[in-house]
């Protein structure tokens, strides 16, 4: 299958060169001059879509400004969101190391205590760092940067109250809305950021919680759950579906729970909340089978509703241009990025697809390539997505569950990190790596790893998908020894033939 494989590659390396040479000779909106007020590009959002699409045009030629009113760039992923919490998790993580493991390799303390306050500062410098990084590419790539909420007035025109107290009026030939997604509530819940929080507010407790719920068994609960898990608190994740994290592999999904629960968080699943209610000691919630029936309380000092996230795209004024959007708000935009009302583009949370920044940096970029003239891309269906506990998660392509209903005939192979010689070493073995490839071809249709570093080792596989490989690729490749990427390679084996170590 490893030559078939070869031949579809070339094909792809050709095919891909022509799609990216590609010139639309229908661009007509025209470059603006040097000295003009009006920009080409004019980005509404400084987030990893917005930052990254406004570095990207001005690269390209275009003359850029990016508006962001939270006067910090980088959006809620590096001030509020991804960066932070894994800044908290890495931080809790070395924490619960020295508590629980240094011993049984050597290490011995007289005592392991948190200083919650240094572990938030480091957490803050690592933020603080990042957001004047981006500032120093806006001034390296000479994108004008405007602090301040933007909205439309017209479809080239952006009116921006700015930070200052002041108000300016943004030209642009094109406008790219990247401004996002916002927390999502629950009805009748209020969240005040101190008991009743979001996930912002989980990022800058001020004290340990004895009993944290959290309201939600999605990415950013289960990540958030587990920093304060290991740094003391008693966890209870309340989730109205069946399952944790319903978009995981069935199998890589019940290992994952089982682990969790292994480390002390446990699981109310098939419920919903139905009210909760702040007290002089904490906070109370009323519980309710998701098909109705008796309800139940529980207590804790803290609550985190993580129950997913909306598009931001209210007050921005697209009604009033016409821009035309879904029941919950999200843009409706063509193959190329571009709305209903010509030269308004949208990229990111506020378009359908996968809610990463990762997603909306690629959005970014081939949106500002269609714009410059050039032909831009993104595959939704090989993004990948990573949950960022210990042991990690992270997936690219299709589930077993999805295989089996496209009606595909397939195998699937499997390796367990047990095998695997570095994570034995290491004493950090709980795990697998699981690929399923398709039965005739030996196509690779989907990987799912749970490991230590699984976001890292997640991209050999993402590569493999967007070039076609057989699993067979994958497996004849050498790997070096001893690393966890061995037992991707194993699975490999164990997908098209047998795999060595097990």
Same mark, same amino acid.
């Given at each position: 299958?490893?030559?078939?494989?070869?031949?579809?590659?070339?094909?792809y390396?050709?095919?891909?060169? @022509?799609?990216?040479?590609?010139?639309?000779?229908?661009?007509?909106?025209?470059?603006?001059?040097?000295?003009?007020?009006?920009?080409?590009?004019?980005?509404?959002?400084?987030?990893?879509?917005?930052?990254?699409?406004?570095?990207?045009?001005a690269? @390209?030629?275009?003359?850029?400004?990016?508006?962001?009113?939270?006067?910090?760039?980088?959006?809620?992923?590096?001030?509020?969101?991804?960066?932070?919490?894994?800044?908290?998790?890495?931080?809790?993580?070395?924490?619960?190391?020295?508590?629980?493991?240094?011993?049984?390799?050597?290490?011995?303390?007289?005592?392991?205590?948190?200083?919650l306050?240094?572990m938030?500062?480091?957490?803050?410098?690592?933020?603080?760092?990042?957001?004047?990084?981006?500032?120093?590419?806006?001034?390296?790539?000479?994108?004008?940067?405007?602090?301040?909420?933007?909205?439309?007035?017209?479809?080239?025109e952006?009116?921006?109250?700015?930070?200052?107290?002041?108000?300016?009026?943004?030209?642009?030939?094109?406008?790219?809305?990247?401004?996002?997604?916002?927390?999502?509530?629950?009805?009748?819940?209020?969240?005040?950021?101190?008991?009743?929080?979001?996930?912002?507010?989980?990022?800058a @407790?001020?004290?340990?919680?004895?009993?944290?719920?959290?309201?939600?068994?999605?990415?950013?609960?289960?990540?958030m759950?587990?920093?304060?898990?290991?740094?003391?608190?008693?966890?209870?994740?309340?989730?109205?579906?069946?399952?944790?994290?319903?978009?995981?592999?069935?199998?890589?999904? +019940?290992?994952?729970?089982?682990?969790?629960?292994?480390?002390?968080?446990?699981?109310?699943?098939?419920?919903?909340?139905?009210?909760?209610?702040?007290?002089?000691?904490?906070?109370?919630?009323?519980? =309710?089978?998701a098909?109705?029936?008796?309800?139940?309380?529980?207590?804790?000092?803290v609550?985190?509703?993580?129950?997913?996230?909306?598009?931001?795209?209210?007050?921005?004024?697209?009604?009033?241009?016409?821009?035309?959007?879904?029941?919950?708000?999200?843009?409706?935009?063509?193959?190329?990025?571009?709305?209903?009302?010509?030269?308004?583009?949208?990229?990111?949370?506020?378009?359908?697809?996968?809610?990463?920044?990762? +997603?909306?940096?690629?959005?970014?970029v081939?949106?500002?390539?269609?714009?410059?003239?050039?032909?831009?891309?993104?595959?939704?269906?090989?993004?990948?997505?990573?949950?960022?506990?210990?042991?990690?998660?992270?997936?690219?392509?299709?589930? =077993?569950?999805?295989?089996?209903?496209l009606?595909?005939?397939?195998r699937?192979?499997?390796?367990?990190?047990?095998?695997?010689?570095?994570?034995?070493?290491?004493?950090?073995?709980?795990?697998?790596?699981?690929?399923?490839?398709?039965?005739?071809?030996?196509?690779?249709?989907?990987?799912?790893?749970?490991?230590?570093?699984?976001?890292?080792?997640?991209?050999?596989?993402?590569?493999?998908?967007?070039?076609?490989?057989?699993?067979?690729?994958?497996?004849?490749?050498?790997?070096?020894?001893p690393?966890?990427?061995?037992?991707? +390679?194993?699975?490999?084996?164990?997908?098209?033939?047998?795999?060595?170590?097990?």
């Amino acid at each position: 299958m490893a030559l078939a494989s070869l031949a579809r590659r070339k094909v792809y390396h050709v095919s891909r060169n @022509l799609y990216y040479s590609a010139s639309l000779t229908s661009f007509s909106r025209g470059f603006a001059s040097a000295g003009s007020d009006e920009n080409d590009v004019v980005v509404i959002g400084g987030g990893p879509g917005g930052y990254v699409a406004a570095i990207k045009a001005a690269q @390209l030629g275009l003359k850029t400004t990016c508006i962001e009113k939270r006067g910090t760039l980088g959006g809620t992923c590096l001030n509020v969101g991804c960066i932070p919490s894994k800044a908290l998790l890495h931080s809790s993580h070395m924490y619960h190391e020295a508590k629980h493991s240094f011993a049984s390799h050597g290490v011995k303390l007289s005592s392991v205590e948190v200083d919650l306050a240094a572990m938030m500062a480091q957490k803050d410098k690592a933020v603080s760092n990042l957001t004047r990084g981006i500032e120093g590419l806006f001034k390296k790539n000479k994108v004008n940067y405007v602090k301040g909420y933007g909205k439309f007035i017209s479809p080239s025109e952006v009116s921006v109250d700015t930070l200052d107290g002041g108000n300016t009026v943004v030209k642009g030939k094109n406008i790219i809305v990247a401004t996002g997604s916002d927390v999502k509530s629950l009805p009748g819940i209020t969240i005040d950021e101190e008991k009743i929080v979001s996930s912002t507010g989980a990022l800058a @407790l001020k004290e340990i919680p004895k009993k944290l719920v959290v309201i939600g068994a999605g990415y950013i609960g289960l990540e958030m759950g587990s920093v304060w898990g290991r740094l003391g608190s008693e966890v209870t994740v309340v989730e109205f579906a069946p399952e944790i994290v319903p978009a995981l592999d069935g199998e890589v999904r +019940k290992q994952f729970q089982r682990a969790l629960e292994k480390q002390g968080m446990k699981f109310i699943l098939k419920t919903k909340v139905v009210g909760v209610d702040t007290l002089s000691s904490g906070v109370k919630l009323t519980l =309710e089978p998701a098909t109705g029936g008796e309800q139940t309380t529980l207590e804790a000092d803290v609550v985190l509703v993580s129950t997913g996230r909306t598009p931001f795209t209210a007050g921005l004024g697209l009604d009033k241009i016409g821009v035309e959007t879904d029941k919950v708000g999200r843009i409706l935009v063509n193959d190329r990025f571009v709305s209903n009302v010509p030269g308004v583009h949208a990229i990111g949370d506020v378009i359908p697809g996968p809610m990463l920044a990762h +997603k909306a940096e690629e959005d970014g970029v081939a949106c500002v390539e269609f714009i410059a003239g050039k032909v831009g891309h993104v595959d939704y269906d090989k993004v990948p997505g990573v949950i960022y506990t210990h042991p990690e998660v992270a997936s690219v392509g299709k589930t =077993e569950e999805q295989v089996k209903a496209l009606g595909v005939a397939y195998r699937v192979g499997k390796f367990p990190l047990l095998a695997n010689s570095r994570a034995k070493a290491i004493d950090d073995a709980e795990g697998l790596v699981k690929i399923l490839a398709e039965k005739e071809t030996d196509k690779i249709l989907g990987v799912h790893i749970m490991a230590p570093n699984a976001g890292e080792l997640i991209h050999e596989a993402a590569i493999a998908l967007q070039y076609d490989a057989a699993s067979e690729d994958i497996a004849r490749v050498c790997h070096a020894h001893p690393t966890m990427s061995e037992a991707l +390679k194993e699975a490999a084996m164990a997908t098209y033939d047998k795999p060595i170590h097990i």
